[in-house]
């Protein structure tokens, strides 16, 4: 039970009279003799636990009471007087366990405490105590720790309870735990007692939901494993966590010789550490105290045992297992029992009997006297055959104790030192249940039959000629049922009997149904339910309950009972005294208890000898049946006294046939739980307050009823038909589905109305501390919901189909002369003339929707109507008020469906008869037609729930329809014409394809199709369908569509958004011949962002796009995939491929590879493109005309050959220049491609020149008629010509690309350069940003900040300041991260057109100064864009002004204005942004080009470096007042010596490698800046203050730090600064060390190698 804090609206209520109110007497049957007794205490009674001769209490608040035989403390505490348990204080306990004689306590944080009878380790080994003691005087805590993880862990229990000599937890992982002696452990061992908690392997891996425990067996309620068979044979070689062991299958010949060895009776070896343990012993009752003493038997039958309800006085020896039925007269005061603690009897009656209503009570006697007629008392007398009982044939497991004979029990040496160490003062301890002569005469015979050959059996030894009977007994039971090798899941809480967390246990908040009942321990009565007597070592399932949906398991000392979700007890075990409620035959399988007609049992409890049942009868207040001994006049005969002390359950004399109302639960109020244990019962109950109890009564009963009922109607109907193999013939095959989906929508209702009735039971048990708000009902609205809107829309599509009709005669057919069962079924009064209407059973389940409505808001009239249960309460009850109307709507419409159909049939009729189609109204009154109808022509209009049916040509009299044409809902648009004075009432129904105007007779007509079509097209919306006002539409909607008339989109299905009739906004269309559009449509036509898929017939694969259309065309940004296996990405034109793009092909080609990118006209290749013949090893950079290259351009090839020339029809033709890999260069006349013809004069690398008149081609050879020439001396003068020659017949840089910056000004919203509004760009980009934000889903969380903090727009018109200009900067960063911006897609664009053009064979060094030329021409047309958007921005290599000062600083911020200035220019803004994408390939350029001047650097650097510091210090000729001395290493100094190497100056030299880390020019220059400061800071400590550098002391020094930082393309780097560098710093400090910087690379190149 948890304990969880009221709520204050519960508090509100009245609980500390009126709840947990707790009622005990003694179990004697009906007799009115007996006497509840209410205990009165200051805090209601959450739970009450009772063990044989003690019981424990829980009160609210979570203090712990115990009362009766507290052994372990020599007390004998009355009930009326309970002592509080002080150890548990402030331990916040929500459950409590009362075992035979000790008891448990469970905390809120899942801890146990035990204390009590310790001799069998059932208290388990805890703190206070040791193994030795018998006894636990105080509540200790009990660690349950796993250790099957690592590091071992604690383990949470949420449940607990107690047998005889054993204990069971329930964690929180729903896993059993044990501890105690004996196989009702489940566990795997052979050594007994078990003093700390194990757990039962055998239930791993199941969802265990509830355990209960018997004197000397346990069972277990576990959620089934769907579609599984864990059945196992072959038990797993090596056991694991997640597995269980399985028991051992024994072979015949095993089982007749296994007397060879000692056995248990439970088949466990007997061990010799076993044998020499000698167990401490149990303590009896205290003796007498007071007067008017009585002797008992404690027998389970006895009329009357140690009653710890008075101060009676007990007899020395307690004999708590002997199950014996007996008669006791008393020897003392006859009517002790009408006192306690010298209060007289009436007195306690009277607190149970307050505010008795005379009419109510009249009631309920009634119900008495009703439910008492079937109720008999059987005398018997024992005699022996009795088919029922099984004393006669099988030991007694109450004569085998656990400390004795029992798993670990001794062997007769431990008897005989037990009984000899015992003998005295302290004889009375009893480590077995018969008095300790006979166990002596036990022992002796015992040892006799041991001598001549060992037994196999310890069980009952006065059974002489049954030893083969015995033995079989006495080995091992044989589980057939494995645990499963895999651990399911388990996201659920336990199913705890009588508290409010079993709800949660099938993980969705309800309770599951699908349960079995697993069972274990001794089975000498047949108490385990499996057909025989064996014990069981290992948890069994009991394969009878399979499916019987049992929600709750008790445990009697030898009896098992089950209460199922139908309201049904199944018993089995010992029937000595009555207890199981049937006389049915076997008892070792459960049968089902005899129950009086009305009566639907939802708790139940066992006792010793009794059961206790709680029932709903036919009023709301729970009744109690009990089942067991009744109670004789108190004689006691000789015979008696001596049958008394028999090992065996003997019968009783008198007991119920059947269970049997007890009177006095009248006046008890209403119950909520009951409790059984020993000789006692329990209940609590709560009194009435204001309505509130009786109405979780009263739903709670309703429910129960309304499951059985449910129950019924699919065992006696649905059952049976649904079965039988004419179903179809019978009901037609669209019925016959609809009959199986009725089914199964029955079925889970029954299932849901199954769960939560079981949900309310336990809510009954724990009202006290639940909250209201946590009703299912409340918690689960949603389900419930769906479920019943999913039954009645299946009822009513069976009824609209006429299935009903098939149904009866099919019933009728299965029944036979069983009609009486169908009848019953009938609530109503509809078959009092003996027709059943099956439509009115199967409607009759939306009646407990009005129950439901009806309770909820009586709880909710119980609490004020600010609370929060109140608010809860009334929202639930509107939900069902609410429900309820809609489905009897619908139960209207089904009705009136189906006698449309009835009344017009028809084959027309039969193709519009749909299940789920309900008609609206139609106008066969002539009361609507179509506008301009001809004046013969007849017009029959029918509105269904889902479609507008117009018929032509009909004779509605006849029903006869010639054609017909469907409108569907979703697709049509109702309109109200205006009235123009005409006199015509009309309405215009737009559809996608078709308009028309319908004219009603009467204004009231019009107003009533206008309702009615606005209604039902809301309702196909997906509204509620009400309250629609005429004319008020969803104009546009989300919709499916098949066109059958539009050329365009003939044929094709379109699903996604409409207005007005018109496909619009996104949707997907797919055609017929597997053409398919998803994007976005406007106006009918696609428009927008779409995907299209357009199937190729020829190559059997689609042509695929992705990018933007517009009215209906390819228009903008997109991506073709051809079939052919070329891929265009780019921009597009009405279709046609327009403006920039990217060309790819040759994945799938056989004849070429190839890539171009570059400008489009018309779906041609025209303006300036790049061409990358893959195949051929060329790339062609120049311009092109309608797929030709015309114009100027340069190719270079794979073998390094560089051509610039002009090209005409795909020809390099007239003038142009060559320059092969060795620097041959050659300029002439070309004609065809790369054929030279004509004057030309080639240079050879060495200086030598032919002038003349050449042909032929390149690579097979030139003819030259013409001069040759040797150049005299200047060779680097016909270079540098040279290279200034390289570039003249390229199209210039600032004419490349122009399409990107094109496509950036159209994406601006300008139609070209500069000519466009400023605020419609701005305008354009947030537009961009936020469509590209919502419909882009992979974005991470970064990209979505970044497009959030770009969709607000800057402030743009102000003059650009220093504080503006670093804002303007950032935006900037922002805006190149995304390709959503224009800005970042044209920067994305330009990365990758300039990687495509310098990449590959592109890389060549001849193309380094056209790769510098196109930066530069970015950098400028980037700039002009930005100055468009940012027109406060000055031009390039201006000056920011500063902002205006205040006056009062005006003056003192002269000074600084005059000391410098920031000047803006489009190097320092844009190459940070720019550069580092389009690095590699601009690098590797410069690499190439410094190829042979890098090799001569690198060569002096690696021998220089060779050298130790002071000696390469002395060559570079630094003054020695600048070598370092002192070195730091690992903070500790150290001296310089002359082999130091790499120890001078190491600061300066680390930044200086820096460099190459670096990408832009202006962070190369702070690079080498802070080198310079570097190597100024290790210098000054060596010199004086007012030092200053002179380049005669800094040059050799800093060539120095270049020397040792090894920089590798130092050249590269130096030519990247110097071309790249900002002009504004190139007469500045930074340029003055960048010159540096390159003077010691020249340098470096001319030093001496010798």
């Given amino acids: 039970m948890e304990n969880r804090e009221e709520s204050p609206a519960v508090e509100q209520l009245p609980t500390d009279v009126e709840r947990g109110l707790l009622h005990v007497w003694r179990s004697a049957g009906c007799s009115e003799q007996l006497s509840p007794e209410r205990l009165l205490l200051p805090w209601p009674v959450v739970q009450v636990a009772l063990g044989e001769h003690h019981g424990l209490l829980l009160a609210q608040g979570g203090q712990v009471f115990s009362f009766g035989e507290l052994l372990w403390r020599d007390l004998s505490i009355p009930v009326s007087a309970p002592v509080l348990e002080g150890s548990l204080l402030g331990k916040m306990v929500i459950r409590v366990a009362a075992g035979g004689f000790h008891c448990g306590a469970l905390t809120e944080q899942g801890s146990v405490y035990m204390w009590g009878e310790n001799t069998a380790g059932q208290c388990g080994l805890t703190d206070r105590g040791t193994i030795m003691n018998i006894t636990v005087s105080e509540p200790s805590p009990v660690s349950v720790v796993d250790t099957e993880v690592i590091p071992p862990a604690m383990v949470r229990v949420l449940d607990l309870d107690c047998g005889r000599e054993h204990s069971l937890a329930l964690s929180a992982q729903n896993e059993l735990w044990a501890w105690g002696s004996g196989c009702q452990l489940g566990l795997v061992i052979n050594t007994f007692p078990v003093w700390k908690p194990q757990k039962v392997e055998h239930l791993a891996g199941r969802h265990v939901i509830q355990v209960a425990c018997g004197a000397y ?411 067991g001994q009744q109670q004789e006049p108190l004689t006691e005969t000789p015979q008696q006294s001596e049958h008394s002390c028999q090992r065996s359950p003997s019968r009783a004399t008198t007991y119920t046939v059947r269970p049997m109302l007890l009177p006095f639960c009248i006046e008890m109020g209403y119950i909520s739980s009951v409790c059984s244990g020993g000789q006692m019962c329990a209940v609590l109950a709560d009194h009435n307050v204001m309505g509130f109890i009786s109405a979780i009564h009263e739903l709670a009963s309703r429910e129960r009823q309304f499951y059985c009922w449910l129950g019924d109607v699919r065992k006696v109907l649905l059952t049976p038909t649904r079965n039988r193999e004419s179903v179809c013939p019978s009901l037609g095959e669209p019925c016959t589905n609809l009959f199986f989906s009725l089914c199964e929508s029955l079925v889970h209702l029954s299932t849901l109305v199954g769960r939560h009735a079981t949900s309310l039971s336990y809510f009954l048990k724990n009202a006290q501390s639940c909250d209201v708000t946590s009703f299912p009902l409340l918690t689960h609205t949603d389900y419930f919901l769906d479920t019943y809107k999913k039954y009645c829309s299946a009822v009513g599509d069976f009824q609209v189909m006429g299935g009903f009709q098939s149904l009866h005669k099919l019933s009728v057919e299965c029944l036979g002369s069983q009609q009486t069962l169908l009848s019953q ?222 050329e365009r989109f003939k044929d094709a299905q379109y699903i996604g958004g409409w207005l007005a009739g018109r496909v619009h906004g996104r949707g997907t269309m797919k055609w017929p011949d597997g053409r398919m559009y998803k994007g976005n449509f406007k106006n009918g036509l696609e428009d927008g962002y779409g995907e299209c898929v357009i199937p190729n017939k020829v190559l059997h694969k689609p042509d695929s796009y992705q990018g933007q259309w517009r009215e209906g065309k390819i228009h903008g940004f997109g991506k073709y995939k051809y079939s052919s296996g070329e891929v265009y990405e780019g921009c597009f034109s009405d279709g046609l491929r327009h403006g920039y793009g990217m060309l790819s092909s040759g994945k799938l080609a056989r004849t070429s590879s190839s890539v171009f990118i570059g400008h489009w006209v018309h779906d041609k290749k025209t303006g300036y493109g790049v061409y990358d013949d893959i195949t051929r090893g060329e790339k062609y950079m120049g311009l092109w005309l309608d797929d030709q290259r015309h114009g100027s351009a340069a190719v270079v090839t794979q073998y390094g050959v560089y051509y610039e020339g002009t090209f005409r029809e795909n020809k390099m033709n007239g003038p142009g220049l060559l320059v092969s890999e060795d620097d041959t260069f050659f300029q002439g006349e070309f004609s065809d491609e790369w054929t030279v013809s004509g004057k030309g004069v080639l240079s050879l690398p060495n200086g030598d020149c032919l002038d003349g008149l050449f042909s032929g081609e390149w690579s097979t050879g030139l003819k030259v008629v013409g001069t040759y020439t040797k150049p005299a001396i200047d060779v680097c003068g016909n270079k540098e010509r040279k290279s200034l020659q390289l570039g003249q017949y390229v199209v210039p840089a600032g004419q490349r690309w122009s399409c990107l910056f094109d496509e950036c000004w159209s994406r601006l919203g300008c139609d070209a350069a500069r000519r466009g509004e400023r605020t419609t760009a701005w305008e354009n980009i947030a537009v961009t940003i936020t469509t590209a934000r919502r419909q882009s889903l992979d974005l991470s969380k970064s990209q979505t900040k970044v497009l959030e903090s770009l969709e607000f727009i800057p402030q743009y018109g102000e003059p650009v300041t220093t504080a503006s200009y670093d804002n303007i900067r950032r935006y900037l960063i922002k805006a190149c991260e995304t390709p959503h911006h224009p800005l970042g897609w044209l920067v994305e664009t330009l990365v990758t057109a300039y ?231 190139q007469h500045g400090e930074m340029g003055l060390m960048f010159t540096t910087l390159k003077a010691c690379y020249i340098q470096i190149q001319q030093e001496s190698t010798t």
Avoid at 294 to 303: A, E, L, N, V
């Fill in 825 to 1046: 079924l009938c609530v109503s009064d509809q078959s009092a003339q003996g027709e059943v209407d099956l439509v009115s059973v199967f409607y009759w389940p939306l009646q407990q929707l009005h129950q439901y409505n009806r309770l909820l808001l009586k709880m909710a009239a119980c609490y004020d109507v600010l609370t929060v249960e109140y608010q809860s309460l009334h929202h639930g009850f509107s939900n069902y008020e609410t429900l309820s109307l809609s489905l009897l709507r619908k139960k209207k419409e089904a009705e009136t469906t189906f006698l449309f159909w009835k009344t017009h049939s028809g084959k027309t009729a039969e193709i519009l008869r749909h299940p789920q189609r309900r008609v609206v109204c139609e106008s066969s009154n002539r009361s609507l037609t179509l506008q301009n109808a001809g004046r013969f022509s007849n017009h029959w209009f029918i509105l269904f729930n889902d479609v507008l049916v117009h018929t032509q040509g009909t004779i509605p009299s006849q029903s006869f329809f010639s054609t017909h044409h469907i409108y569907p809902l979703s697709s049509l648009w109702v309109k109200p014409v205006t009235e123009d004075g005409s006199g015509l009432y009309a309405i215009k129904i737009t559809c996608p394809e078709e308009s028309f105007t319908l004219v009603a007779s009467t204004a009231e007509e019009k107003n009533k199709w206008l309702r009615c079509l606005n209604q039902a097209v809301d309702q196909v919306l997906g509204g509620g369908g009400q309250g629609s006002s005429p004319g008020v539409t969803a104009m546009t909607r989300t919709a499916s569509y098949t066109f059958t008339v539009d």
């Fill in 217 to 627: 067996h346990s069972l277990a309620v576990v959620r089934s494993l769907p579609h599984q068979d864990y059945n196992t044979q072959n038990p797993p070689k090596k056991r694991e966590r997640d597995q269980s062991p399985h028991c051992p299958v024994p072979d015949r010949e095993e089982l007749l010789t296994a007397e060879d060895a000692h056995y248990c009776p439970l088949g466990v070896e007997l061990t010799e550490v076993m044998r020499s343990e000698t167990p401490p012993r149990r303590r009896a009752p205290q003796q007498n105290l007071h007067s008017g003493e009585m002797s008992s038997g404690s027998s389970p039958g006895s009329g009357t045992s140690s009653c710890w309800l008075s101060e009676d006085n007990k007899s020395n020896t307690k004999q708590r297992n002997l199950l014996v039925s007996t008669r006791l007269e008393p020897e003392g005061n006859t009517d002790s029992e009408s006192q306690v603690d010298g209060s007289p009897k009436a007195q306690q009656m009277s607190d149970w009997r307050v505010n008795k209503n005379s009419a109510f009570h009249d009631e309920l006697q009634n119900l008495l006297e009703k439910l008492s007629g079937p109720f008999l008392e059987l005398q018997h007398t024992s005699r022996t055959g009795e088919t029922d009982s099984l004393s006669s044939q099988t030991s007694d497991d109450s004569y085998v104790s656990s400390t004795d004979l029992n798993s670990s029990y001794k062997d007769e040496s431990s008897y005989k030192r037990q009984t000899n160490s015992n003998s005295g003062p302290s004889g009375s301890y009893s480590s077995s249940p018969v008095c300790l002569e006979e166990v002596r005469l036990c022992l002796e015979k015992e040892k006799q039959a041991l001598q001549g050959q060992k037994s196999s059996s310890l069980t009952n030894i006065h059974q002489k000629g049954r030893i083969a009977a015995s033995r079989r007994r006495s080995l091992p039971g044989t589980p057939t049922h494995g645990s499963p090798r895999r651990r399911q899941p388990c996201a659920c809480s336990r199913l705890s009997a009588g508290q409010a967390a079993g709800p949660e246990d099938a993980g969705d908040g309800l309770p599951s149904l699908e349960t079995e009942v697993w069972s274990w321990g001794r089975g000498s009565e047949g108490q385990l339910g499996h057909g025989d007597q064996l014990a069981r070592l290992q948890p069994l399932c009991i394969k009878s309950l399979t499916g019987k949906e049992v929600i709750k398991v008790a445990a009697g000392s030898h009896h098992s009972l089950a209460l199922t979700a139908q309201c049904q007890v199944y018993s089995w075990g010992s029937n000595m005294c009555g207890q199981l409620g049937h006389v049915n035959s076997p008892v070792t399988v459960p049968q089902q208890a005899k129950l009086s007609e009305g009566l639907r049992v939802w708790d139940l409890s066992a006792g010793q000898s009794h059961s206790l049942l709680l029932a709903d009868g036919d009023c709301v207040q729970p009744v109690l049946l009990y089942c």
């Fill in 1395 to 1625: 990687r495509m053009t310098y990449v590959g064979v592109g890389s060549n060094r001849r193309l380094l100064r056209q790769a510098v030329q196109e930066v530069q021409a970015y950098l400028t047309h980037l700039y002009s864009i930005i100055r468009f958007l940012f027109p406060g921005l000055p031009d390039d290599g201006s000056i920011i002004p500063e902002p205006p000062a205040p006056p009062s600083r005006s003056r003192c911020n002269s000074s600084k204005a005059e000391q410098g200035v920031m000047v803006v220019s489009c190097s320092s803004l844009l190459l940070p942004l720019l550069l580092p994408r389009l690095y590699p390939p601009l690098f590797t350029l410069y690499c190439l080009q410094e190829e042979q001047e890098e090799a001569q650097y690198w060569e002096r650097i690696l021998r220089l470096n060779k050298q130790p510091d002071q000696s390469l210090l002395s060559f570079l000729g630094v003054q020695e007042k600048f070598w370092p001395v002192w070195m730091s290493i690992l903070g500790e100094r150290k001296q310089i010596v002359s082999s130091s190497k790499d120890a001078c100056f190491v600061s300066a030299v680390e930044t200086l490698q820096q460099l190459s880390t670096t990408f832009t020019p202006s962070d190369k220059l702070v690079v080498i800046q802070k080198t310079f400061e570097e190597l100024t800071l290790e210098v000054k400590p060596m010199l004086d203050g007012d030092f200053l550098w002179c380049m005669d002391d800094l040059f050799p020094l800093f060539l120095y730090v270049v020397l040792r930082a090894r920089i590798r393309n130092l050249g590269a780097e130096v030519s990247l600064i110097e071309d790249l560098m900002d002009p504004n710093l």
